[in-house]
């Protein structure tokens, strides 16, 4: 017993194996890997079909549910199919049979499907319970002449049947239906093409076997797609017929109609494989989410006559522009990238059309020499028996006595041969023989038959033996599906891709709007009938907030901000959403990046970034800079930039526009000081440069405002405490920068004044202190440089003045008077 337990413990020591885990997962993956790619996922070159589609037409095939008999249950092809064939899931095996028979997924479906077998929409079809199915009759020319002895068969998985290793194949099914699939290591996408060509430049590689790829092409135009549409680049349909890939632009055939009260896009193609219903849905949210201004509706008018799409757009709206922002966002064009790789020889091969056309052809010629060996095999059997039974006619009498001497058949057999020589082939037709054909016009029906079969049988071996019998062979058949099947064109070819072009200034409404901005960021755009319908005269904001800017613009001009960080950014006006007057807006951060503890200083209207305008910027530690207008400007203002570098303890408090080099800069700091020099005297600098002294300070003083004046004559000093004052401009003293400056007003030393805000006298103004109050410059006492004077107006400390939004190079936004007076909060002068 032990001496038996120890030979069984070595035998089983010696069937073990010491591999290291890489090679176990490199020889399991290669395993793997081989069959997916030749047995699930890359079709065959020959007959362009993947295992699942080939096993479900051949069960169709093999149950006789063809195209000229009644349907059969769905359900029951796909049982059929994984009790034979394709021992995977049943809906695996349906979903490929519905993808055979969908006339918007393959140009030439392969199944007839009764039922509801899906729609453009990505619908799901019907359980496989309720739809009926049959082999379409084109499918009848892959199939034909399959029991012939024409392809290789194998064993099923179960090895009880035997099925096709590929399909007989009269037309190449590969290049008109095309297909996709993906493999480990290996992708396949090809493309549908019409039919006709293809066939036709199969019949023309027959006949000019060194044809060249240009010849070919006067015949295949481009890919021809079952839902239409226009195929642009003829550069990349050529490199994809060259080399097995390639891209081209597929683009929706669309009309621009006009009727009496709005203008229409009509859609009437999409391109291949897009889902309808998305990109319906796709195209509204653009309409909903105002990304196109014009668009009124987007509605499915699709029916059973065929695939409609209409948009509705405002009469007069720039339609060519919209279609081209929608070609370009949406599934109206799309790009389709050739990857011609099938199974040639059991491996994955990259084919261009001439390598595709010649894998077929080199099969169908095979299947014909291989239909023709069987076909004379049996005609050369039948002749053989013929001349047995011709020869049995002459001597009929002595074959009946024979026979009748005969114990049974066998022995008739044996004596018929041994007498008359006759093969045992001959004796079995002459032993089964009835009566009736003994008559003397059955050896005249013999002699015909004879005849003809021996002209068949030369006719076969002309084919197997003559390479251009054969290749007219070849010829004469795929003729025969060119004419059995005309299928006219769908997609039309542009040998040109046309460039998108959109007019972005050209797809927005041109439209006067108010815009709100706050230094805490929170924007908004108001409509002026919203704005005029409000009885406020400030907007909504929160209590602890300043209204920065506020204005009449244009919706096809940017706002500019900047932040006390010394950075800008900006939005185009149309982006910015819309809201009513009392809302609080969006902030800034929805729109693009803001850094957080960032205040808003400043704000402007931007028609274009122009060089010949200036900004120019002003630190509360005196630094100064003056940068053109038009480096502003960046390609994606989706963040904020960098406008002057400023220090952790100073801050950028003041930015004003410059439109002229005659502009003066007046300056004026909190204790009262002030000057003015012309703008030329700050140097030009880039965006990420400190800027240069513009005012001597002292330690504890610090500037309060910057004026960028074009001939202002006359400015009012507003300091804290409500303290007011009007100043000629020459009072001011015009320096050289950098400098002091002299003294605005005087300083008491139980009431010192800070300096708040520095204004031109050239506009009324308007602000909420203890109460809303407006003044024009006439109410404030023109005064020397050293003298003060108090207006009773509150205190200016919860001061928030009513803003004005500047427009770069229009001038500024002023309320008029009767605003005030329509919500009642002064009385006429």
């Known amino acids: 017993m032990a001496k038996k337990k120890k030979e069984t413990q070595e035998t089983v020591e010696e069937s073990v194996r010491k591999l290291t885990l890489e090679d176990i997962m490199a020889d399991r993956f290669a395993r793997y890997s081989k069959y997916i790619i030749q047995e699930r996922a890359l079709p065959d070159a020959r007959d362009g079909l993947k295992p699942v589609q080939r096993r479900i037409l051949y069960a169709m095939y093999e149950a006789k549910n063809t195209y000229d008999r009644p349907y059969h249950k769905s359900a029951k092809t796909v049982g059929n199919v994984i009790g034979n064939y394709h021992p995977h899931g049943d809906s695996s095996v349906y979903d490929a049979m519905v993808r055979m028979s969908q006339d918007w997924k393959i140009t030439t479906p392969l199944v007839d499907m009764q039922g509801n077998n899906g729609s453009i929409d990505d619908d799901p079809a019907a359980a496989m319970r309720y739809t009926e199915s049959r082999l379409a009759r084109i499918a009848n020319y892959l199939l034909m002449d399959i029991d012939r002895k024409t392809v290789e068969w194998t064993p099923n998985f179960s090895d009880e049947k035997l099925e096709p290793t590929v399909l007989p194949a009269r037309f190449p099914n590969l290049l008109i239906n095309g297909i996709s699939g993906i493999a480990a290591g290996y992708a396949t996408n090809i493309p549908p093409h019409n039919l006709n060509e293809i066939v036709s430049a199969c019949m023309y590689r027959l006949e000019h076997p060194n044809c060249t790829l240009d010849e070919l092409m006067t015949l295949v135009k481009g890919p021809d797609f079952p839902t239409g549409g226009i195929v642009m680049g003829k550069e990349g349909i050529r490199q994809a017929f060259e080399t097995g890939r390639g891209k081209v632009i597929v683009r929706s055939k669309a009309a621009i109609e006009s009727t009496r009260t709005v203008d229409q896009i009509v859609v009437t193609e999409i391109p291949y494989e897009v889902v309808k219903s998305n990109l319906v849905k796709k195209i509204d949210d653009i309409r909903l989410n105002k990304k196109v201004e014009g668009m009124l509706d987007v509605r499915d008018e699709s029916d059973r006559n065929g695939l409609k799409i209409v948009i509705d757009l405002k009469k007069g709206a720039p339609s060519d522009t919209i279609l081209n922002y929608l070609y370009k966002n949406t599934e109206l064009q799309i790009s389709f990238n050739y990857n011609v790789i099938a199974i040639v020889n059991k491996a994955p091969v990259q084919l261009g059309l001439l390598q595709a056309i010649d894998a077929f052809l080199a099969h169908r010629e095979d299947v014909v020499l291989r239909r023709s060996a069987f076909d004379l095999q049996l005609k050369q059997e039948r002749a053989h028996i013929l001349d047995g039974l011709m020869k049995a006619v002459s001597v009929m009498d002595e074959i009946i006595a024979i026979i009748r001497q005969s114990k049974d058949k066998k022995d008739s057999k044996r004596n018929l041969m041994k007498r008359f020589e006759f093969s045992e082939l001959q004796a079995e037709a002459i032993v089964t023989m009835r009566l009736y054909r003994l008559s003397n016009t059955d050896i005249l029906e013999l002699r015909q038959e004879d005849k003809r079969l021996k002209k068949e049988i030369k006719a076969l071996q002309e084919i197997i033996q003559k390479p251009a019998v054969r290749i007219r062979k070849l010829i004469e058949e795929l003729q025969e599906v060119n004419d059995e099947f005309v299928v006219p064109r769908r997609s039309s070819i542009q040998s040109e891709i046309d460039e998108i072009v959109i007019d972005e200034m050209a797809m927005i409404p041109s439209e006067q709007v108010m815009v709100c901005l706050t230094q805490d960021g929170y924007v908004k755009r108001v409509s002026l009938r919203s704005y005029n319908a409000s009885s406020e005269l400030f907007a909504g904001k ?82 100064i800079k003056r940068t053109p207008l038009s480096a502003f400007e960046v390609a994606r203002p989706n963040k904020t930039m960098v406008c002057m570098k400023v220090g952790d ?23 009262g000081l002030g000057l003015q020099y012309n703008v030329e005297q700050i140097p030009e600098n880039g965006l990420k440069t400190k800027g240069v002294k513009g005012m001597n300070l002292s330690a504890e003083d610090q500037v309060a405002d910057l004026v960028v004046s074009d001939g202002a004559q006359q400015f009012i000093l507003v300091l804290q405490e409500g303290q007011m004052k009007r100043m000629h401009a020459s009072d001011f003293a015009n320096v050289s920068r950098p400098a002091k400056g002299n003294r605005m007003f005087k300083l008491v030393k139980s009431r010192p004044g800070r300096l708040e805000r520095l204004l031109t006298a050239d506009r009324n103004y308007a602000f909420v202190a203890d109460e809303k109050i407006e003044f024009k410059p006439s109410d404030i006492a023109l005064m020397a440089p050293a003298a003060t004077y108090s207006t009773p107006f509150g205190k200016l400390e919860t001061m928030e003045w009513l803003p004005s939004l500047p427009m770069v190079p229009d001038g500024s936004w002023e309320p008029k008077k009767d605003e005030y007076k329509q919500v009642g909060l002064f009385e006429d002068a």
């Open 649 to 671: 303890l100073d801050a950028l408090i003041k930015v004003e526009m410059s439109t002229s080099s005659a502009d003066q800069v007046v300056l004026a700091s909190r204790d």
């Open 542 to 623: 929160k209590d602890n907030d300043v209204m920065v800017a506020s204005g009449e613009i244009n919706t096809r001009h940017k706002l500019l901000f900047f932040t006390d960080r010394g950075k800008y950014g900006y939005i185009p006006v149309h982006q910015i959403e819309e809201a009513k007057w009392k809302d609080l807006g969006t902030h800034l951060s929805g729109y693009l990046r803001l850094d957080d503890n960032e205040k808003i200083i400043a704000a402007f209207g931007v028609d274009a970034f122009t060089p010949k305008n200036h900004v120019v910027m002003v630190t509360k530690a005196g630094s």
